[in-house]
Structures are given as C-alpha cells and as structure tokens.
C-alpha cells in the first residue's frame, strides 16, 4: 500500500499536480484507505484520529466528484469547531482551484450577510452546525442539491451537543446523497450515528504508530476560592514553565482572569473563548504558538482547536466536569516525547469530585498526597510549587479539614453564621456566640 500515488488511486491530473505544488505526493496511511473507495461513490465509515491526514482522505475525491457546473452547494462538510472548519477549508482551497470549485466556510463570530453570499455561491461549504441552521432558517440557500455529505470529527460534534442540529441538517440534504462519517470512535454513540447516516459503507479503522508520549507530573492543590488568582500567579512565576495552557469554566471567567494576569509584569496572557470574534481567536493562537504570549487562557469549547507544540504545564484553574474533560485538557502538554505538568486547583466543595476523576486515572497516590480538602473559611498560601507543599492558615494542606475550625487570621467584620443570625443582630440580640474568621 505504501508504493501507491494519488493517480494509482485514481485522483485527477489537476488534483494531482496542485498537491504536488504543495510538495504532497505520497498518500497517507488512512489517504490510502478510503479516496479509491469515495471516488467509487461509497459511503464510508473512517475511525481515525485528528493529526493522521483525514482531511485530505476526504477532500481530495471530494474535490474530483463536485463538477464545476453541478447546482450549489454540492457537497457540505460538517465540523464542530470554527477553528477545524478554517483548517479544513485551508487544507481543500488550492486543490478546489485547480478544478475551479469554490469552497466557503460557515461559522460564528464573522459577519453573517457576507458568509451567507459567500456560501450560497459556493460548490463545497463547510460548516459548523449552529450557524448552518441560522443561515438555512433565513434561507440564505438550501441542501436540496447536495449529492456529498461529510461529518468530521463526529464524536466531537456528539460531546458538544450538536446531534440534534445535525439531525436536522442531515434530514434537509437528499436521501441519496453520499455520506463520508469520520470519527476518533465508532462504538457507542458515533456507531449508532453512523448506522443511522450511511448506507451499507464501507469501513476502515486506521490506527497510525501512537507517537511517543513524555509524562505528565500530575499535581493537586488544595484551596480557598480567594487565593486562586495569587496561587496561579506563583504557578505561573515559575522560571521552569514554557507555554502554559490556563482552563475555565466561562468566558466571563476567562477574560476576568487575565486582567488580574496583566496587572502582574512579566505574565504575557490573552483570553481564547466563543465570545472572541474568528479574527481575535487566530490571532491569540498565533501569538502563543510564536511566543508573544506565554499564557493562554481558554474555555473547554475554544481550547478543542488548540493543538500547539511545546506546552509545558496545563493547569486547571476551574476543575473539568469529567473525566473525558481532564484527559483532553491535560492531553494537550507531554507530546512528541516532551515531559509535561498537570496541576489542578482544587476547593473544599469539589473534593469528592476530583477524588473520583483521579482514582479514574490511577491517580490516586498523587491525590492523596496532596492532602484534603481547605476549609471554606481558610486562607491558602502557596509554600512553593508542590502540591503537597500548599499551606491553609500556616498548617499543612491535608490539616485544615472542612468542617473544622480556621487556622487563618482574624478578620474584624467578617461573620459567619448565616442570614438568620444576621437578621437577629440587627433586631439587636447577643451575637456573643459568633465566631470570626
């Protein structure tokens, strides 16, 4: 298989030589496997993960199927994240020319008129799910023309939530159309996608060498709520870190944290979620891959298009809401043979939670090691980088249990007690019973 070219495969002479302009001329593994196949007019079902050249694997037939004069658009290929779908119609537009196809990209954050002209008059769009339907319900153009359909990455799509879009869009192209489905996965919900999508295809499963792995130090830090922000600051005072990956919860969060990184010299931070405009997304992701930038600051969403080299140290600044989510963040330091550092923060009321996700992840020694839980009215200073070395009140991190009495300074005015206490000293009762902080 190795021997064969895009022409053994069968790839038109302008495909062809506009891949070779581009210094593309031996097919990858998963290239091999599946252009002869969608050239034929298969459906197909591809298992085959990001990185292994899939992209081409379906546009390169794509581009040979789509004639110029055919009625648009002719072929739709769906993506879950406007970053692929940029990548995607970057990889296909030189080798789209050299048959004088057009292909357009639909996605959020950019001026929807001109996307939607762009689109209509286009042979190939490419697309996330939710500005799809928006320029469908404003009639921009319709999928009745469409004789190729393509999912990308479609596991992603189902994680995202976007099956019932999809759905719909799915029902609005024909029924005869050819269906290309590409996913990391096709067990449990992708498989059950693809059943219900194709039509007696044709599958391949690509496994390409697993590169090399470096180790993930993986480390827990115990805390109180108010000391997150000077705790990362020492995190990321660290002369040892490279490029660090910062992950929240919310776009507000996001933006919030790095005007408290800028105010701090020396800290280079920008913010990657969904409320970035396309412009300002690629333009933060430049910069961290270049170096402008040290830290970068992303929601889970925006940060699935991010896949840069050298990040030392991912740090997860608002815990995952699941396993799945701690592997993919994590996932993104330790590549290409490079050691990397995982550190969590972690507050009282998400213990359980985190203890669960480690023990997952045979993690637990490492956990356990960092102590137990901070209680809510503790003040945490960092003692170093260790997580076992996280001080709550001047004790060890694993000494101030919730539930038990502060070891942190007195504040005057701080009470607790609750409303219903407040409410009795403003009636003026004793409150010789309340405690500070």
């Known amino acids: ?18 891949l070779a302009d581009r210094g593309i001329e031996t097919p990858f593994t998963v290239q091999q496997q599946v252009i002869e196949d969608v050239l034929a007019g298969d459906d197909v079902l591809v298992q085959s993960p990001t990185g292994s050249g899939k992209t081409l694997a379906f546009g390169v037939p794509l581009v040979d199927l789509v004639q110029a004069g055919s009625r648009r658009p002719s072929a739709l290929i769906l993506a879950p994240t406007r970053e692929l779908a940029g990548q995607i119609v970057d990889e296909m537009e030189s080798i789209a020319r050299s048959r004088a196809l057009s292909i357009a990209a639909v996605y959020g954050g950019v001026g929807i008129q001109a996307q939607a002209r762009k689109a209509a008059r286009a042979h190939i769009v490419v697309a996330c799910p939710g500005r799809l339907e928006d320029l469908l319900q404003r009639k921009a153009f319709t999928l009745d023309h469409v004789r190729h359909l393509v999912l990308d990455e479609a596991d992603r799509m189902l994680d995202m939530g976007f099956k019932p879009s999809v759905d719909r869009i799915v029902k609005k192209t024909p029924a005869d159309r050819q269906t290309l489905f590409f996913s990391a996965t096709l ?12 039509r007696r295809p044709r599958t391949h499963v690509n496994r390409p060498e697993p590169e090399k792995v470096g180790r993930i130090e993986h480390r827990f830090i115990h805390l109180s709520h108010q000391a997150k922000v000077e705790t990362l600051l020492n995190e990321l005072e660290n002369t040892e870190r490279g490029r660090t990956l910062v992950f929240v919860r919310t776009k507000h969060g996001a933006d919030r944290l790095v005007k408290k990184l800028g105010k701090r010299s020396g800290i280079r931070a920008a913010a990657m979620h969904g409320n970035k405009s396309q412009n300002q997304r690629q333009r933060a992701l430049a910069d961290f891959e270049r170096g402008r930038i040290d830290t970068l600051v992303a929601t889970d969403v925006a940060a699935r298009g991010i896949d840069v080299a050298e990040v030392t140290h991912v740090i997860h600044y608002d815990v995952p809401e699941d396993r799945d989510t701690f592997v ?110």
Not at 1 to 18: C, H, I, K, T
Not at 187 to 198: I, N, P, Q
Not at 420 to 425: H, M, V
């Open 1 to 18: 298989m190795s021997s064969q070219s895009f022409a053994d495969l069968g790839v038109s002479r302008p495909v062809v030589e506009a």
């Open 328 to 437: 993919h963040r994590s996932g993104r330091t330790a590549r290409a043979g490079a050691d990397g550092v995982g550190i969590s923060f972690v507050l009282a009321d998400q213990h359980n939670d985190m203890r669960k996700i480690a023990s997952s992840l045979g993690l637990s020694h490492e956990y356990e090691q960092s102590g137990g839980p901070v209680s809510i009215h503790g003040e945490t200073r960092t003692g170093g980088h260790g997580g076992g070395k996280n001080r709550s009140g001047g004790n060890p991190a694993g000494a101030n249990r919730s539930g038990g009495r502060p070891g942190g300074p007195k504040r005057s005015g701080n009470r607790s007690g609750g409303d219903g206490r407040r409410r009795r000293r403003r009636k003026g009762k004793a409150n010789a019973g309340l405690r500070r902080d």
């Open 187 to 198: 067990e449990g919900a992708a498989g059950r996608l693809a059943s219900a999508y194709t």
